[in-house]
């Protein structure tokens, strides 16, 4: 099992990386606010599960060992696989699916795409009692402006990284930097803000 890569990120794309560890390009799927965490060109570190099928292996890396035990738990579940499990990642940082899911928040589980309320009721009633042992003393890391670069600049970056242009990345932060009372700009939510910035730049294509 490849538990953990450490190496030289090589290209971004929508849903993946490659990092080259040991002069093999390792591809792996990631959700989008994991690889906001990433630029081409420098060293990165992922947590990894490696899923094997009968046509294919498919490695899957988080930016935290907590959202790895979290994509692992929640295929536990009758009928959850990985592209449902990444989905659930990619709308809620480990830290919120954990409440959503130990609280019994039906409604806001049925957010993530795949994810109708039956399916959400059977997430609750399998993981429910089983997510407390994944909560940590400081909680799940999600990804904010708390540290280090400010989120316009962490957007802008990973934008960058996903191959758009200096200024169609800085046009496209602008925008959604406008809108000054919305939710996730007053937090500085990058993975909330990648997936706008994404939308806003498909659109203008």
Known sequence: MISSLRGTVQGISLDRVVIEV???????????AT????KRGTEAYLATTL???EDSLTLYGFAADDARDLFELVQSVSGVGPKIAMALLAVFPPDELIQALGTGDVKRLTRAPGIGTKGAERLVLELRDKVGRLATAGGATSLSAGSGLGWTDKLTEALVGLGWSAKQA???????AAETTDAAVVSGDV?????RALALLGRSR
């Not at 040991?22 to 989008?32: E, F, H, I, K, L």
């Not at 993975?191 to 997936?195: D, Q, S």
């Open 170 to 176: 800085s046009d496209a932060v602008e925008s959604i």
């Open 191 to 195: 993975g909330v803000l990648l997936r």
């Open 22 to 32: 040991g002069g093999v390009g390792m591809s792996v799927r990631a959700t989008p």
């Open 35 to 38: 690889l906001a965490t990433l």
């Open 51 to 53: 899923v094997v099928r």
